[in-house]
């Protein structure tokens, strides 16, 4: 199955500043997930890409897929306390299991 | 009610001994999946089954067993636990397209 790199693995901010994290691929997707995980929980479905160039807002995250469909960022304005967790990209044809990413941990503190 | 139920939620066994985890789902999902969870290395599919014939293996299948018992039901059996196979792990559905998957609570498991 596809695979993808994540980075960065850990990310600390304090509260008010930005956040990206990148899940890049030697391949084309086909479409590519992004799930949140609070600590102590399980992974949560955010949103799912598939358009070349495709761009889609919730609130302060800003989800982007790149042109060539290889690679895909996730952007958080303006962090607070409750963005903390660990972020997941996720890709896979339909005819395949999802692959996840290993994740960015944010931690934001006060 | 969760969606997607998994059963024990923690363990502890011992080396050697034979342990199941159960998932059970009421989404109606044909998709079901086992993922293992360790710090550092992210989410990793371990077996996943597209319907109720279909068994296939992840990445790291070796040293599990599955069971799609139902459409409804998939459990992951270590028949001889050992101690790198303690880890946080998590059943998951998902509808026909893949598009969405929704995973279960978890299940910690520690091998002593």
């Known amino acids: 199955g596809q695979q993808v790199m994540q980075i960065p693995q850990y990310q600390h901010v304090q509260e008010g500043e930005d956040f990206t994290t990148y899940c890049n691929s030697s391949t084309t997707l086909s479409n590519i997930q992004w799930y949140k995980q609070r600590p102590g929980g399980h992974p949560v479905f955010l949103i799912q890409l598939v358009k070349s160039g495709e761009v889609k807002k919730q609130k302060r995250l800003t989800f982007q897929f790149g042109e060539a469909k290889k690679n895909s960022s996730l952007h958080i304005t303006a962090t607070q306390t409750t963005d903390v967790g660990t972020y997941f990209c996720?890709?896979?044809?339909?005819?395949?299991?999802?692959?996840f990413g290993k994740g960015t941990s944010l931690l934001v503190t006060p | 009610d969760a969606d997607v139920t998994q059963t024990p939620r923690n363990r502890i066994t011992k080396t050697g001994k034979r342990i199941m985890l159960e998932c059970s789902q009421t989404?109606?999902?044909?998709?079901m999946y086992w993922y293992r969870q360790d710090p550092g290395l992210g989410l990793r599919l371990i077996y996943y089954s597209f319907d109720v014939k279909d068994i296939n293996k992840g990445e790291i299948s070796d040293g599990y067993s599955v069971s799609r018992q139902a459409q409804a039901k998939f459990s992951l059996s270590l028949e001889s636990a050992i101690p790198n196979q303690t880890a946080l792990y998590f059943c998951?559905?998902?509808?026909?397209?893949?598009?969405?998957?929704?995973f279960g609570e978890g299940s910690w498991l520690t091998v002593v």
């Open positions: 989404k109606g999902h044909d998709r």
């Open positions: 998951a559905t998902s509808d026909f397209a893949g598009n969405t998957i929704y």
């Open positions: 996720a890709v896979g044809n339909s005819g395949y299991a999802l692959n």
